[in-house]
């Protein structure tokens, strides 16, 4: 049942630029907990460094604000102590996909049950816009002295080779369409990757928000053309499911591969990839060690009242014993 968003809204101030697409990502978060109707105290918010990174301050759940780049290692460890939980990661590019890159891929690896969104804006904007890893090469924002001299990430492929079986693009001026790709984020059982374009207004000057609503060309009528546009509108279909043909497989991760490529006069949005056939890694984990499904870490006693250490790890090594 729906809760009332104001239930996930905190007291602390948003400080983001005015017209920073960091808003209408927050909005779409804080909605999509309401329509799922997600506990607040089931759900846990982990971030990195960054503007992106106060996110955890302004939704009313458990929140934590990690480290640079580590955010998914404290996303994991919350996940794989604590199944139960909701958990959502939030980072910028930076963040995310520069120190943090190792932990991208790993996390990919693992297939955790986590949802991890990227506010992509090609720039480190909290520190003052030096070019990100997503910015294209030979690209120069007003906050560079000279063209990008490194080649961009392609964050969509990236997460593909990785092993994310769920990667999304949304649009943070789009907040319906958003909302409906990070409910189907969360739904998704195993490592659900969203990369969200973020225009900001105070270091990008070319990927704003006229930008990616076509302002700067329009047609014979004077109407703007959008570069974004939804993959749901043309019937494009994502999911690998159970005994899919590989052969189809092949053909969807062909077109995986040419929608996330697509960039410059139509920028696609929405789920670009789900794969239903893989396990995640708690389910792997209860397989290997039966006591993890029915007591996970944090839900064992570990001292009385007295603080005395109650567990007992007998069994626990006898799962680890080499025979």
């Keep these: 049942m729906a809760l009332n968003v104001q239930a996930y809204k905190t007291e602390v101030h948003n400080n983001w630029c005015p017209g920073c697409g960091d808003f209408g990502i927050l909005n779409s978060i804080q909605m999509t907990f309401s329509q799922m109707g997600l506990e607040p105290h089931r759900v846990a918010l982990f971030s990195g460094i960054g503007c992106a990174a106060k996110t955890a301050h302004y939704v009313n759940v458990y929140g934590t604000h990690t480290l640079h780049g580590r955010v ?25 996909l520069g120190i ?4 991208f891929v790993n996390t990919g690896r693992r297939n955790v049950d986590i949802t991890y969104m990227i506010f992509n804006n090609g720039v480190y904007g909290l520190t003052k816009g030096q070019a990100s890893p997503t910015l294209k090469l030979g690209v120069q924002t007003k906050s560079l002295p000279q063209p990008n001299i490194n080649e961009g990430v392609n964050p969509a492929l990236l997460a593909f080779s990785a092993g994310y079986t769920f990667i999304a693009r949304g649009y943070a001026f789009d907040i319906p369409h958003l909302i409906q ?17 973020q225009p900001c207004p105070t270091y990008n000057n070319l990927n704003t928000k006229d930008w990616y609503g ?21 019937g494009y279909d994502p999911v690998i499911k159970p005994g899919t043909p590989a052969d189809e497989a092949s053909q969807k991760i062909s077109k995986f591969i040419g929608k996330s490529l697509e960039w410059g006069e139509r920028i696609p949005i929405g789920v670009l990839f789900k794969n239903e056939t893989t396990s995640n890694y708690g389910e792997r ?20 009242a007295k603080g005395r250490p109650t567990a007992d790890l007998t069994s626990f090594f006898e799962e680890l014993r080499v025979t």
């Design 72 to 96: 998914l290692s404290f996303a994991t460890g919350a996940k794989l102590a604590n199944p139960g939980l909701t958990v959502v990661a939030v980072g910028g590019d930076g963040d995310g």
């Design 100 to 103: 943090g890159s190792g932990h």
């Design 181 to 197: 790709v990070v409910r189907q984020g969360i739904e998704h059982k195993g490592s659900a990757f969203i990369d969200v374009l």
């Design 214 to 234: 076509g302002l700067d060309r329009k047609d014979g009528n004077g109407k703007a053309l959008p570069r974004v546009y939804k993959l749901s509108d043309e």
């Design 285 to 304: 984990l209860a397989k290997r060690f039966p006591l993890y499904q029915s007591e996970p870490p944090a839900l064992r006693e570990i001292m009385d």
